[in-house]
T-cell receptor, first 115, second 110 residues
């Protein structure tokens, strides 16, 4: 099993450009989420999804869009990149048990720099 | 909204000393999870606590969930250089929205 696969691993963008970070999982997990990690800030939740067709905002959703058309894929779109979005982005997935999150499986991350 | 606070932000110890990190939530949690992230890596799941007052051990690591289900701690006995990394707690108070603390970065000096 590949687990959670994120692409690309590294990306440099110019301010104002748009791009999509890809995330795919092969574990049939209902729950998928995107976090950004900045020094000293820990992992901050951007958006999450509890199943295909269902998405919701996390702590820092502004400037990002998501969609969940299949169970496997959960892409993150930057509409107009800004230097403040320079960060390491992690995608994670887990199964769900009622209202309790199960252990999260993380991808290797995407290091994004915006000039 | 839900907030998860973690202290200390950074701690360095001599190898063999003990280490503790604390996690506090602004809301009651349905469960709490702990993760470890090595430098340059991604967070890796360590353990999940569900019950009020629960205590779990993994070798030299002891995890505790508070009686009110709003706080938790991770204690490492006799640290080793392999314990180096950042330890995160993560809690869910609402419907599956998992919020992470800022993490405690542990440095171990041989």
């Amino acid at each position: 099993n590949a687990g959670v696969t994120q692409t690309p691993k590294f990306q440099v963008l110019k301010t104002g450009q748009s791009m999509t970070l890809q995330c795919a999982q092969d574990m049939n997990h209902e729950y998928m989420s995107w976090y950004r990690q900045d020094p000293g800030m820990g992992l901050r939740l951007i958006h999450y999804s509890v199943g295909a067709g269902i998405t919701d905002q996390g702590e820092v959703p502004n400037g990002y869009n998501v969609s969940r058309s299949t169970t496997e894929d959960f892409p993150l779109r930057l509409l107009s990149a800004a230097p403040s979005q320079t960060s390491v982005y992690f995608c994670a997935s887990s199964s769900l048990s009622g209202y309790s999150n199960q252990p999260q499986h993380f991808g290797d991350g995407t290091r994004l720099s915006i000039l | 909204g839900q907030q998860v606070m973690q202290i200390p932000q950074y701690q360095h110890v001599q190898e063999g000393e003990d280490f503790t990190t604390y996690c506090n939530s602004s809301t009651t949690l349905s469960n709490i999870q702990w993760y470890k992230q090595r430098p340059g890596g991604h967070p890796v799941f360590l353990i999940q606590l569900v019950k009020s007052g629960e205590v779990k051990k993994q070798k030299r690591l002891t995890f505790q969930f508070g009686e009110a289900k709003k706080n938790s701690s991770l204690h490492i006995t006799a640290t080793q250089t392999t314990d180096v990394g950042t330890y995160f707690c993560a809690g869910s108070g609402g419907y599956n929205k998992l919020i992470f603390g800022a993490g405690t970065r542990l440095a171990v000096h041989p």
